[in-house]
């Protein structure tokens, strides 16, 4: 389906895509006129953003075409450099953590790559680049606001309960167990935005598999379903990078003598 | 005076050596329990605890510098000085919730270090400034340290130790609709459920009206006593150094500047 999608995109439809952005460019514009009369003045950053995105939106495609006609091997490296880059954007909520960018990868890879490989070995996925980059880089990037959600709820909760902490660990507490319900609350940090993504499927939103679908000519039930398969692994892939990305933390957040480095700086 | 105490490397100003006979500057129903000078007791019951140029430095700022320190069991240590001098973060050195930079503490004759921490921090108790209890009950709170090492403690123990805090039939309670003073109890009876050979108190009382001070003042130096504890206690307070420790050491910028008998200590400063 997303083969078709992107045929249909690419070989007649470019002048009227073109033409459709334009009346989107026309619109936001217009929207940021408006609120040029109650003094917010948008105007050159929304022109620059909408130009900017147009323009790699359109090199994506570009991208995208060329590679649907490589190799699985070629999809998995692009997966693999998503997954870099998107480790390489969640550390920087991690930052003074050490091995931050490893914990990202790690975490992100480690959830993504459990769930595609699930996805493919039960034949939800195809195992075509065509199916594997688009529905794998929604994965990845759910992903990766998975990782820094709950390095970012882990870092805070611990930061915010240092006393509770110290005061586990000095009596004879294992740092895992001092730091247990702050484990807990950064792994459904990460769980919470996807929880609220499938509750609202289909009541406020339809996510954009099933608008690809449904323009592409599937049968609306199975596009609809298939978005439900989507999100799920979404969800799944989410909570395993969470869970990964707090235990990798949670184990650099004690020095070796189970003293707690993750705290607010200040000299002790 | 100026005199060298063996208990640190550098020259301090002391009152008297740490061997002196002991004075208790105020009667209360304890101070009859204290009659041996320290030597003697010392000699008899061993060293609990030593530091041995014990240091901590952070971003080049010397928080701990070269402490030497010895407490014998059943005594108590105040530790006085003003804010930033170096108190808490001496106190965190002992059970190790910091890693000294320099130096070490020997725990019954024993490098600190070679301990697993989970079992020093049960050997070597501490009561914080704020009571810091987990969500739950009393009794919960009080279980926690045994249940971490596998030793479960029956009801009736924990209602013995909430009895000796002066807390009886507590142990249903919720934390959160306790007093600051019945928190700071239940603390303490939660560090004392670890059976710890050192207690380590943070300005336990500073958060407390005069009589919860008092009481739990009157507590902890009965239970030290009864349990034969050495104890360190930081307090801001000189009178509360007064009234319940035997030796006192001053503290100023991470430097040890008196440690003797309080008496003593305290009329020079």
């Known amino acids: ?268 | 005076m100026t005199i060298k105490d063996h208990n640190t490397r550098d020259e301090v100003q002391v009152v008297a050596p740490l061997d002196a006979p002991q004075f208790r500057p105020f009667t209360t129903n304890v101070v009859a329990q204290r009659p041996a000078p320290l030597s003697a007791r010392r000699l008899r019951l061993g060293i609990a605890l030593e530091t041995r140029n014990l240091s901590r430095a952070v971003a080049g700022k010397v928080l701990v510098n070269d402490f030497n320190v010895l407490l014998i069991p059943g005594e108590v240590l105040a530790v006085v000085g003003p804010s930033g001098a170096g108190k808490s973060s001496f106190l965190r050195l002992l059970n190790r919730l910091d890693e000294p930079t320099g130096g070490t503490v020997l725990l019954d004759g024993q490098d600190y270090r070679q301990l697993a921490p989970r079992e020093l921090r049960r050997r070597v108790g501490m009561v914080m400034q704020t009571a810091f209890l987990f969500p739950g009950t009393v009794a919960a709170n009080i279980a926690f340290g045994p249940r971490q090492r596998g030793t479960p403690i029956s009801s009736e123990q924990i209602e013995a130790l909430l009895q000796r805090v002066g807390l009886p039939s507590y142990g249903d309670r919720d934390v959160n609709n306790l007093s600051g003073g019945e928190a700071q109890r239940v603390s303490l009876a939660r560090t004392l459920a670890n059976s710890p050979e050192v207690l380590l108190l943070d300005e336990p009382t500073s958060a407390l009206d005069d009589a919860s001070e008092r009481a739990i003042e009157t507590l902890v130096l009965s239970i030290v006593h009864e349990r034969q504890m050495a104890c360190v206690m930081i307090t801001h307070d000189m009178a509360q150094a007064a009234r319940i420790a035997d030796r006192t050491m001053v503290v100023e910028a991470g430097h040890i500047v008196a440690i003797g008998p309080t008496e003593e200590v305290l009329h020079v400063h």
Request: hydrophobic residues 60%; proline residues 4%; contains cysteine.
């Open chain 1, 1 to 268: 389906m997303f083969t078709e999608l992107m045929t249909s995109l690419t070989a007649n439809n470019i002048g009227l895509g073109l033409a459709q952005a334009a009346a989107a460019i026309v619109l936001s514009l217009a929207a940021v006129l408006l609120a040029r009369r109650f003094a917010v003045h948008a105007e050159r950053e929304t022109a620059w953003s909408l130009m900017r995105g147009l323009f790699q939106m359109a090199m994506v495609g570009v991208v995208l075409a060329l590679l649907l006609q490589g190799s699985l091997l070629v999809g998995v490296l692009i997966l693999l450099g998503m997954s870099v880059a998107a480790a390489a954007t969640a550390s920087h909520r991690a930052q003074g953590i050490p091995d931050a960018l490893l914990v990202s990868f790690y975490a992100i890879a480690a959830g993504s790559s459990i769930v595609l490989a699930v996805m493919l070995a039960t034949g939800v996925l195809n195992a075509s680049i065509a199916t594997l980059v688009p529905v794998g880089s929604m994965i990845i990037a759910n992903a990766m606001n998975a990782c820094a959600q709950s390095i970012e709820r882990f870092r805070a909760e611990v930061g915010a309960h240092v006393g509770q902490v110290e005061a586990g660990l000095a009596l004879g507490a294992e740092p895992a167990v001092a730091v247990a319900p702050y484990v807990q609350s950064a792994v459904y940090a990460s769980l919470l935005p996807r929880l609220d993504m499938l509750k609202s499927l289909g009541l406020v939103w339809i996510p954009g598999v099933m608008a690809g679908m449904l323009l592409s000519g599937a049968s609306p039930i199975y596009a609809g379903i298939y978005q439900f398969i989507v999100v799920a692994m979404i969800l799944a892939a989410s909570g395993l990078t969470g869970l990964v990305a707090t235990l990798l933390i949670r184990t650099r957040a004690f020095s070796p003598a189970a003293q707690l480095l993750l705290r607010p700086a200040a000299p002790r």
